[in-house]
C-alpha cells in the first residue's frame, strides 16, 4: 500500500532537511521513509508548486580536513567505526522521536 503524505508534511521534512545539519539519508530515516528520494523528490513537488521558492538550496557547509585528521580517521579499527556507525544511527532515532513530539505539538495547535 502506498502512503501518501499531506503538503503540510512534505514542507515540514524539508524545512527541517534545509535547518538541520543532516543529510537526505538521515532525514528519510528520521521521519520514517522508505527511501531518501521521497525527501529529493518532495523537494522537488514542492518548488514546483510554489511552496518553496524556486532558489531554495540546502546550505553547503563548508567541511575543511586536514590530512592528519584523514589519517587519524584511517586507522580506525573495525571496532571503532562500527560504534561510530551505531552512533550516528541512534542519533537520527533520537532525531527521528524529538520530530515526531514537534509534530505533535504542530498538528495540536492546528
Known amino acids: 500500500m502506498k502512503n501518501k503524505y499531506s503538503d503540510e508534511f512534505k514542507l515540514f ?3 527541517d ?7 537526505v539519508r538521515a532525514i528519510a530515516a528520521k521521519y520514517n521513509l522508505p527511501s531518501k528520494n521521497y525527501v529529493n523528490n518532495w ?6 508548486k510554489g511552496l518553496l521558492p524556486q532558489d ?16 587519524r580517521n584511517d586507522a580506525r579499527t573495525p571496532r571503532e567505526k562500527q560504534y561510530e556507525e551505531e552512533i550516528q544511527y541512534l542519533k537520527a532515532r533520537v532525531a527521528y522521536y524529538e520530530s515526531l513530539e514537534s509534530m505533535q505539538r504542530f498538528l495540536k495547535k492546528n
Do not use: D, H, M, N
Open 56 to 71: 531554495a538550496t540546502k546550505p553547503v557547509k563548508s567541511v575543511a580536513r586536514s590530512k592528519e585528521s584523514i589519517q
Open 17 to 23: 532537511y534545509y535547518e538541520s545539519t543532516l543529510g
Open 13 to 15: 521534512v524539508i524545512q
Open 43 to 48: 523537494e522537488a513537488q514542492l518548488k514546483k
